[in-house]
């Protein structure tokens, strides 16, 4: 970072405030800058807290937060401005005195960016307009209708270019805030900052990576039974899981299954089964050392190669890849 001293970084929590969206970013920055010093070098990051007005911040948790700065304070400005979500955010986006004095807050800052649904205030400043955002993928609809000019990316784990970016639920944050680090201060203490903290410095795949029965839970008046038929198909990935086989066991005809269960789990049965294959595939591949064409087996896929594409499909990375991703960060940072 070409500046004389730390680098100012505001952390903006609207009550109540996702506690880990704070908490997460902070720990990041405050590694850097223990293991900075450690190294006989200067801190580099200045971390500090703001809110709607100065003192006790709430949070989703129940446990407070104390917020050094207003951020209807003229005068506040940062070198980075990170927005944190949880419900306040959502709610925030809708005052418009607050999301003017966020703008005012955002403009003076040389890097702008949201953790999770920071993004709706954000969006709401208008700076994201004609953009590529994302957000937690259990808000993408919600924010889309309320920001039809932003360009949702519903994969994304964090995007960005230049000077706006945003990031995906939560433990997303600690993702974007080490690529923070590695761009501020190269890939060698961004990596060590992983290490200490225990997480990816790169977790692979993005926001379709999370288990297939999270995203897609049953709805609608036949949710018992359908949220049974997902836990059984769960638990028998290599068997006949054909529209066919499945529309017996509810004694449906497949024509009726294929609607009802779209309905109820917002995705059609042949992309449901392959997504909990992938499920397991991934629990497969970085528990065990089982051949690729074994775990391909065990979960139902013809044969490896329908795995492999099945992989790029839903998590852009193929199964050797996500393998060596997952064990690169635990052992062999220098």
Same mark, same amino acid.
């Given at each position: 970072?070409?500046?004389?001293?730390?680098?100012?970084?505001?952390?903006?929590?609207?009550?109540?405030?996702?506690?880990?969206?704070?908490?997460?970013?902070?720990?990041?920055?405050?590694?850097?800058?223990?293991?900075?010093?450690?190294?006989?070098?200067?801190?580099?990051?200045?971390?500090?807290?703001?809110? &709607?007005?100065?003192?006790?911040?709430?949070?989703? @948790?129940?446990?407070?937060?104390?917020?050094?700065?207003?951020?209807?304070?003229? =005068?506040?400005?940062?070198?980075?401005?990170?927005?944190?979500?949880?419900?306040?955010?959502?709610?925030?986006? #809708?005052?418009?005195?607050?999301?003017?004095?966020?703008?005012?807050?955002?403009?003076?800052?040389?890097?702008?960016?949201?953790?999770?649904?920071?993004?709706?205030?954000?969006?709401?400043?208008?700076?994201?307009?004609?953009?590529? =955002?994302?957000? !937690?993928?259990? !808000?993408?609809?919600?924010?889309?209708?309320?920001?039809?000019?932003?360009?949702?990316?519903?994969?994304?784990?964090?995007?960005?270019?230049?000077?706006?970016?945003?990031?995906?639920?939560?433990?997303?944050?600690?993702?974007?805030?080490?690529?923070?680090?590695?761009?501020?201060?190269?890939?060698?203490?961004?990596?060590?900052?992983?290490?200490?903290?225990?997480?990816?410095?790169?977790? &692979?795949?993005?926001?379709?990576?999370?288990?297939?029965?999270?995203?897609?839970?049953?709805?609608?008046?036949?949710?018992?039974?359908?949220?049974?038929?997902?836990?059984?198909?769960?638990?028998?990935?290599?068997? /006949?899981?054909?529209?066919?086989?499945?529309? =017996?066991?509810?004694?449906?005809? &497949?024509? /009726?299954?294929?609607?009802?269960?779209?309905?109820?789990?917002?995705?059609?049965?042949?992309?449901?089964?392959?997504?909990?294959?992938?499920?397991?595939?991934?629990?497969?591949?970085?528990?065990?050392?089982?051949?690729?064409?074994?775990?391909?087996?065990?979960?139902?896929?013809?044969?490896?190669?329908?795995?492999?594409?099945?992989?790029?499909?839903?998590?852009?990375?193929? &199964?050797? #890849?996500?393998?060596?991703?997952?064990? @690169?960060?635990?052992?062999?940072?220098?």
């Amino acid at each position: 970072m070409p500046e004389a001293g730390p680098h100012r970084i505001l952390i903006v929590g609207l009550p109540p405030a996702q506690m880990l969206d704070i908490t997460g970013p902070l720990d990041v920055f405050t590694a850097a800058n223990e293991l900075s010093t450690a190294a006989g070098r200067p801190a580099p990051y200045e971390v500090g807290l703001a809110a &709607p007005s100065a003192g006790i911040l709430a949070t989703t @948790s129940g446990i407070a937060l104390q917020a050094k700065y207003s951020i209807f304070d003229a =005068a506040l400005d940062a070198g980075t401005v990170l927005v944190a979500g949880g419900r306040g955010a959502r709610v925030a986006a #809708e005052d418009a005195r607050l999301v003017a004095a966020l703008a005012g807050l955002c403009e003076r800052a040389r890097r702008v960016a949201s953790i999770c649904t920071g993004a709706f205030p954000l969006a709401a400043t208008g700076m994201l307009d004609g953009r590529r =955002a994302t957000t !937690h993928w259990a !808000h993408f609809d919600e924010f889309s209708a309320r920001f039809p000019s932003v360009d949702i990316d519903r994969d994304a784990l964090f995007v960005g270019a230049g000077k706006f970016h945003t990031s995906a639920g939560i433990t997303a944050g600690i993702d974007f805030s080490l690529s923070l680090v590695e761009h501020d201060l190269g890939s060698e203490l961004a990596r060590a900052v992983a290490r200490e903290l225990v997480v990816f410095m790169k977790r &692979p795949g993005g926001q379709s990576q999370f288990s297939t029965r999270l995203m897609h839970a049953a709805t609608g008046d036949q949710r018992e039974r359908f949220d049974a038929l997902a836990h059984w198909m769960a638990e028998h990935v290599s068997e /006949n899981l054909s529209i066919e086989a499945l529309a =017996a066991r509810l004694a449906m005809s &497949p024509r /009726n299954f294929v609607r009802r269960f779209t309905a109820a789990m917002q995705v059609t049965p042949g992309k449901y089964v392959q997504m909990l294959r992938i499920d397991e595939a991934r629990r497969l591949l970085t528990e065990g050392d089982l051949p690729v064409a074994q775990v391909a087996a065990r979960c139902g896929f013809h044969s490896a190669e329908a795995m492999r594409i099945g992989f790029q499909r839903q998590l852009h990375t193929s &199964p050797s #890849e996500f393998r060596d991703r997952f064990r @690169s960060v635990g052992g062999d940072v220098p």
